[in-house]
């Protein structure tokens, strides 16, 4: 019963990947049904070694786009490289959606082992290389700034963890959405 659930979400994953690679904005909404979806999967394969949670502030519009697939590469570092060896806590996830007046903030933050020592696996990781191409890519042809922060949450806060912060502009004010 497991492995036919954890197949039945990996198709739909699947699906909805290549749904999404193929646009390059999508609504926050869908964002984090994806991201949500992703993470299912994931906890079915590692059974249950962690919880995860997704919060979308109220003062962000859940119709406002982000760059598609840009977040699950940092969700996927944050699982294999944060909290896949922890033996003595259970891995906690969370991924929040904020609106900082002029830009939108997307926080992706683990209790794991922290970057610390694995800074240099962690940054040339396929995913994340991937990710500032990405990067890249947008500011040029969109007009999107993305600014990436990665801070070791046992050095900022005395807690165990890494918190990577994607603030994306231009984000006008709420009322008429965002301008690509």
Not at 29 to 58: C, G, H
Not at 83 to 110: H, M, P, S
């Amino acid at each position: 019963y497991e492995a036919e659930n954890y197949l039945n979400t990996f198709s739909v994953m699947i699906r909805k990947t290549l749904h999404y690679s193929e646009k390059t904005f999508m609504p926050i909404k869908e964002e984090a049904e994806y991201l949500s979806l992703y993470l299912n999967m994931e906890k079915l394969r590692l059974k249950d070694l962690f919880d995860y949670k997704i919060t979308v502030s109220e003062n962000v519009n859940e119709s406002w786009t982000v760059p598609s697939l840009l977040i699950q590469p940092f969700v996927e570092n944050a699982i294999k490289h944060g909290i896949a060896n922890l033996q003595d806590r259970k891995g906690n996830i969370e991924v929040l959606f904020q609106y900082t007046g002029t830009a939108l903030c997307v926080i992706v933050e683990d209790n794991g082992v922290g970057i610390g020592k694995k800074l240099h696996s962690n940054a040339n990781s396929f995913g994340v290389k991937l990710s500032e191409k990405r990067i890249e890519t947008f500011r040029q042809l969109f007009d999107t700034n993305i600014i990436l922060e990665i801070t070791d949450l046992q050095e900022k806060e005395k807690r165990p963890g890494t918190q990577i912060t994607l603030y994306i502009t231009p984000y006008e004010n709420q009322n008429t959405g965002i301008h690509h």
